[in-house]
């Protein structure tokens, strides 16, 4: 039999079969008398039945799992308080103290010593105290003038006593001198008493620079001396030099 040959009351036949309650196959003729056979399907019916099936499944096993944790829950809790977090406290690394010995000076001792000698024997080197030894910095005996390189303290002339001497020691004295600052008319004064090697800081009002017949007043003596200058020395031309 060939499909021209079907009729259209085969296929009415076959399309209002019993199948409707289960699965229905749909019989399409296409163009020439082909026949194709539709897309399988369910029924409405047994698809809500499946649809509520799944549904009741669920809640069931949601309201299961409900059931479950309500009951660990509780448990869960006890154990919490009746084990509290232990907080740990970071611990700090004791740092033990070091030994301290005794702090060496800064600066050696012999230098100290050497020109506190120097300030007493040298007649050269004016009188003045020092600080503290223990506040003493390195390079405390190698100081710099910013203004130019000093000058030192020579004998620049005597001094004589005006009036009655109480003292042959007293009668005349040197008078030592320098310039304050390079190129400066400030200048700096102290004598030294003979025999008794005492040096005596002279002041001079204003700083200002002495000259022969000054009269000066020396508080420590309660005394007036005079001044007099030794000759200033002449430059010698020296022909092997220049």
């Not at 232990?86 to 690394?93: E, I």
């Not at 040298?122 to 390189?149: C, F, H, K, W």
Request: hydrophobic residues 40%.
């Amino acid at each position: 039999m060939t499909a021209n040959n079907i009729s259209i009351d085969a296929i009415n036949t076959i399309t209002n079969s019993s199948i409707t309650d289960s699965l229905t196959e749909g019989i399409h003729i296409m163009s020439g008398g082909a026949i194709e056979v539709a897309t399988i399907c369910f029924d409405r019916t047994m698809f809500f039945i499946i649809v509520i099936g799944i549904i009741l499944m669920a809640i069931y096993y949601y309201n299961k799992e409900q059931k479950r944790c309500k009951k660990c829950v509780p448990k869960i809790i006890k154990e919490v308080v009746e084990k509290p977090a232990v907080q740990t406290v970071p611990t700090v690394p004791v740092v033990q103290p070091t030994p301290v010995g005794p702090i060496p000076p800064l600066i050696d001792q012999s230098i100290i010593a050497e020109v506190d000698m120097q300030r007493v024997a040298n007649p050269l080197v004016q009188p003045e105290r020092r600080i503290s030894s223990d506040a003493i910095l390195p390079g405390y005996m190698r100081q710099m003038s910013t203004r130019g390189t000093l000058d030192t303290f020579h004998q620049s002339g005597i001094i004589t006593k005006i009036g009655t001497v109480d003292s042959p020691n007293e009668k005349v004295m040197p008078l030592f001198s320098r310039r304050k600052y390079p190129h400066d008319t400030l200048y700096e004064y102290y004598s030294i008493i003979p025999k008794i090697n005492i040096k005596i800081p002279i002041t001079v009002r204003g700083d200002k620079e002495l000259f022969t017949d000054d009269v000066i007043f020396i508080k420590e003596l309660n005394s007036e001396y005079k001044v007099q200058l030794y000759k200033l020395e002449e430059l010698t031309y020296n022909p092997y030099v220049i």
